[in-house]
């Protein structure tokens, strides 16, 4: 009895630990090869530690992608979207939990229902507009639309609704604070866990989109790293050392931001999900 | 008195005003450019030339449809990685988060969050990072199945199935982590006693699982489901870098090549926006339809 409650634990362990491997080990794997010279990072048997091209390979990659300008709008755009959606999202999830106003319920099932549309279908038109602003190749069309996402919003409202005691608002109503006093003076500092999730969820979403900047953003210098890695990706003259030491260098503000915050973006990424 | 009635009625416009930033852009990038689609649709329209656009009536789908040589193969591979990318994975996700959840397991965090990883990595770099993995002369899958099998090496990134293969594998290690947190939560919003229950009558673990655990988790599953459809039936980015972009189309025998994926090359490439429009529509159609099935099939089990 003893012995087979053991051998149980023994198998779980075991595959779980195995899962474990299967799931960090290709991201081991970046690393290892982002240090390994160009010629040298595919080789039989496969690299498990590191080797000591590391600088050359910046050299490279340097020199075959305007890397600096590529990072440079991959945080820019994920800065400036996380840094609105937090403001408008955290303003209408207020609007939403905390004031009775006609049609509330109705525009907030707007909101929802808006989420269950496929990105592919507004697309199209979506790109010949954005020729016509004469906004390909700028960061516009990837902040701007998404500033107020309804994803945010239902993540505010929920958080407001029950987070947010209404006998503040009304001493805070008392003492003399307009409608837009309470929001900037009492909402937005009790909000800042929401914030934080929303924000962080946002800035890694925003840093991961691929197919945007890929239609909006064809141009090399006005692109993202995603899309400029993919660009490497197939050149004839591709380099793998750069390859390589791009993909880590994309990857690794990623695992850090996860490394201090898998709470927040577990809770935010699985929101609706969980309630639901 | 006085004072409360103006000051009601003149907060009576902020809560409008609070939300106005959503609806004024979701009117303006959201709404109005998918109505324009519906429109789009109906019309033989190209991104270049001169040619103004020319209505055609239901031309662009009936085009799709019965002479497109290539819709019906998308949409094919399409079916085929979400069962094989995205609805399987269900089947691990599930006993992994039981797994997890088990009282013996110390470490829940460690193993939540490591699976979680994937999931917030871009998808270039995971295609990236699988290109490697699965290289026919250097890749750790065909070294580490060299020990077992004298076999020659699989061309993974070369031949039809390959390339199905490797794209399920991404798409199983991308979201496995997703769904198994989710069924997490499901399963310890489940109240214990009805597990005492089945213990007081010796039932084995497994048989406990199958007719306490997967009933109760029915809502959580039909959810889940949904989603994996709603993505799957949207894949583009993992077969479009994996295949190498608009010019493969989808790698050896078009075998990459999704729905989605087509539709962006119809649009994007050959600069067909009438017909692009028409497969988005499409594949809508189909979205409704499985999601419709899944949905039918929840009710029946549920009883």
Not at chain 1, 102 to 111: A, S
Not at chain 1, 194 to 217: C, D, H, K, R, Y
Request: include cysteine; charged fraction near 10%.
């Amino acid at each position: 009895m003893k012995s087979s409650i053991i051998v149980k634990k023994a198998l779980l362990y075991l595959i779980l630990g195995i899962m474990a491997l299967v799931f960090a080990y290709p991201f081991y794997n970046v690393f290892v090869l982002a240090t390994w010279p160009g010629d040298q990072v595919l080789r039989s048997p496969p690299h498990f530690f590191f080797g000591g091209g590391l600088a050359e390979n910046f050299r490279q990659l340097v020199s075959r992608i305007p890397f600096g300008r590529n990072f440079f709008n991959s945080l820019g755009i994920a800065l400036t979207s996380t840094i609105s959606v937090i403001f408008f999202c955290t303003m209408a999830g207020f609007a939403f939990a905390k004031y009775r106003f006609r049609f509330r319920d109705q525009l907030y099932f707007f909101v929802i229902a808006s989420m269950a549309i496929p990105g592919f279908l507004n697309i199209i038109p979506f790109y010949k507009m954005m020729v016509r602003f004469g906004w390909i190749n700028t960061w516009l069309p990837l902040v701007v639309p998404g500033m107020a996402g309804a994803f945010g919003i239902f993540l505010m409202t929920q958080f407001l609704e029950n987070s947010l005691p209404n006998d503040v608002i009304e001493a805070a109503r008392i003492d003399g604070l307009g409608d837009l006093g309470i929001l900037m003076r009492i909402v937005f500092p009790l909000a800042r866990p929401a914030m934080a999730v929303l924000g962080i969820v946002t800035f890694v979403g925003s840093w991961n989109n691929f197919t945007g900047p890929l239609i909006l953003m064809p141009k090399i210098e006005a692109t993202t790293l995603p899309v400029a890695l993919s660009l490497l990706n197939s050149r004839v003259d591709n380099n793998q050392g750069a390859l390589m030491l791009g993909n880590a260098l994309t990857l690794l503000p990623l695992i850090l931001i996860f490394v201090f915050f898998s709470k927040q973006i577990i809770s935010g990424l699985t929101a609706g999900a969980v309630k639901g | 008195m006085q004072t409360i009635i103006r000051k009601s009625r003149k907060q009576g416009w902020y809560p409008y005003l609070f939300v106005s930033p959503f609806f004024i852009l979701f009117c303006v990038f959201g709404l109005y450019p998918i109505l324009y689609s519906i429109f789009t649709s109906f019309f033989d329209w190209k991104l270049i030339g001169t040619s103004a656009p020319r209505f055609v009536g239901l031309g662009n789908y009936t085009n799709v449809l019965t002479q497109d040589p290539f819709f019906w193969k998308a949409l094919l591979n399409t079916v085929i990685l979400l069962v094989t990318g995205s609805l399987l994975q269900h089947f691990i996700a599930i006993p992994l988060a039981i797994m997890i959840n088990s009282k013996t397991v110390k470490g829940k965090e460690f193993f939540k969050t490591s699976f979680f990883l994937p999931y917030i990595t871009s998808t270039v770099s995971v295609v990236i990072i699988f290109g490697v993995l699965f290289d026919t002369n250097y890749g750790i899958v065909n070294w580490l199945i060299g020990f077992v099998s004298d076999a020659a090496k699989i061309r993974w990134l070369q031949e039809s199935f390959g390339i199905k293969v490797v794209l399920s594998v991404v798409l199983n290690w991308k979201y496995i982590g997703w769904n198994m947190v989710i069924y997490l939560a499901g399963l310890q919003a489940i109240p214990y006693e009805l597990y005492e229950a089945a213990m007081i009558d010796g039932a084995s673990t497994l048989r406990k699982h199958i007719s306490i655990t997967i009933p109760q988790l029915l809502p959580i599953i039909f959810f889940g489901v949904a989603l994996s459809i709603i993505g799957g039936m949207q894949i583009f980015e993992e077969p479009f870098i994996l295949t190498g972009g608009y010019e493969q189309l989808g790698g050896h025998q078009n075998s990459g090549l999704t729905a989605a994926y087509y539709l962006m090359f119809t649009a994007f490439k050959a600069y067909r926006l009438g017909k692009g429009s028409a497969i988005a529509w499409l594949i809508f159609l189909v979205i409704l339809t499985l999601n419709g099935v899944n949905r039918y099939v929840t009710k029946k089990l549920e009883g």
